[in-house]
């Protein structure tokens, strides 16, 4: 520990005698410094024991030495030493009755005893603390290192958090909560995740301290070499942190930085590893991407996974493109939940994904980005149905699939399995077939419009009924030769045969998808 007021007046050598602040002797001291200014105080920083004689002061007093009092209370001087036998032969009244009324430590410091004495002593015992708090900061960072060595960053987070007296949490770059201790503070290092998005908005290396944090004292630290941040580390203690406790903490981020980096290095190992493991996927090839993949990918290659493909929706200059923060989202995902995942860029520069079908990956994907637009979300997914290694070129196909309806719908997320249960027409949305629609249909429009007939709802009606005349006949009201009448009509101004299944399957698709020429 610093110095104290405490500590100096029970130095067997100094002989200082308290007289007056009696209750405020644990008071850390910083510096011992001597003046004789009426008026010191823009000459200190706080945290000093004055040593005066008063050379320049009207000691006896009373109102100058409660201003002068309260000026040093006022500065942060933690207490006044008093030299006695050189202009006053002791404590003058005025100032000792001042002292009081502000319960300002005051010292009396005996002719024997030079300031020059207390100054070393000051400073003899800063330097001790100081000596103390480096070797017990090489200790911690001796303890940090062998924990991260043997059992990882969850070790190092739990060790922190003992050495500071305090709780410790550590981030990954989503934000999420990778390990905190003690185990209580897991709830309490989750309400922190807003600050810790502020913090990744900004430059590697940063540091805040945290908002609405209770009784914690919170400081945040970012991981990460580079200028994108990589993770935090969150530190709460009930008062701010001493050296020791400080050095312990630079310690941890060092380490944690360094393992973060490390895992980037295999992760970056990992994707070329993935990247020829999808190749031989595609390639029909499964035997030889599981004996690629090995133990790596653990059972992603033996149960059923999904093809994940996602392209941006637009040109990208943002700072942190969308498929990048997609991919750390997802991997993120991967890791708290425990599972394996390819993450592959193609030669396309899309982002290609398997992933276990049914597990957090996937959950959190669907979760976040099913109801999104493409725009707001920055970024379209393509996710392909449920398959094995075998079949892993039609779910690329897929997935290829449900981007381009994706993307074309204006939505962020489409699963294949949606458009195998749907409808087809909804497919066939765009301008190019609503044109050729139109255009199909036009003369039957115009001849409406003439009031000669109704040959638009008739048509509609007949194909409707799969051509029973009977049954169209009744649904528009009318005998059936006159609906045989004005099915001849539509042949002969469309001068195409309805006996002809791709005529009236076309005609169908026209009636389902046409906007008519009223915009209806």
Known sequence: MPPTLASLVQHSALKLTVRAGEERLDTPVRWAHVSELADPVPYLDGGELLLVTAMT???????????????????????????????????????????????????????????????????????????????????????????????????????????????????????????AAP???????????????????????????????????????????????????????????????????????????????????????????????LRMLLSGEPDHARAVAADLYGTLLDAPFRVLLAEPSAPVDAPEPPLHALAEALEAAASRAGETLITVSDDDGRLVVLAADGGAVVADCLALHSEQEADDAGLVIGLSAPTGPIAAPN???????????????????????????????????????????????????????????????????????????DAAAADLGVHRHTLRYRMRRVEEILRRSLDDPDVRMELWLALKTTTGPTGE
């Open 395 to 469: 779910a690329f196909k897929e997935a290829e699939q449900s981007i381009s309806v994706a993307r074309r719908r204006g939505r962020a997320l489409v699963e294949h399995e949606d458009l195998a249960a749907g409808s087809i027409v909804p497919l066939l949305a765009d301008d190019a077939v609503r044109a050729f629609a139109d255009g199909m249909l036009r003369a039957l429009y115009e001849h409406d419009a003439t009031g000669r007939g109704d040959l638009v709802a008739s048509l509609r009606a007949w194909l409707s009924r799969h051509g029973q005349w």
């Open 183 to 277: 185990e209580w503070a897991v709830r309490r290092a989750g309400r922190l995740t807003p600050d810790v998005e502020r913090l990744r908005e900004r430059s590697a290396p940063a540091s805040t301290i945290a908002a609405d944090t209770g009784d914690d004292r919170v400081e945040l630290q970012s991981l990460g070499t580079g200028r994108r941040v990589r993770g935090a580390l969150a530190v709460g203690t009930a008062a701010a942190l001493g050296t020791a406790e400080r050095y312990a903490v630079h310690s941890a981020i060092a380490l944690l930085t360094l393992s973060t980096e490390r895992s980037r290095s295999l992760q970056r190992a990992e994707q070329r590893l993935g990247a020829a493991v």
């Open 57 to 179: 002061l009207d000691a006896r007093d009373p109102d100058v030495m409660r201003r002068y009092v309260r000026r040093l209370a006022a500065a942060g001087v933690v207490g006044l030493g008093f030299g006695i036998g050189v202009f006053y032969d002791d404590i003058p009244d005025a100032l000792l009755d001042a002292a009081r009324a502000e319960d300002f430590p005051l010292l009396a410091v005996p002719r024997r005893t030079p300031f020059l004495a207390i100054s070393k002593a000051v400073s003899a015992a800063i330097a001790a603390d100081q000596y103390r708090a480096v070797t017990a900061g090489f200790e911690v960072q001796r303890e940090l290192t062998r924990a991260a060595l043997a059992e990882g960053p969850s070790a190092v987070v739990a060790r922190l958090a003992a050495h500071v007296n305090g709780w410790a949490a550590l981030y990954d770059a989503s934000g999420a909560v990778v390990a």
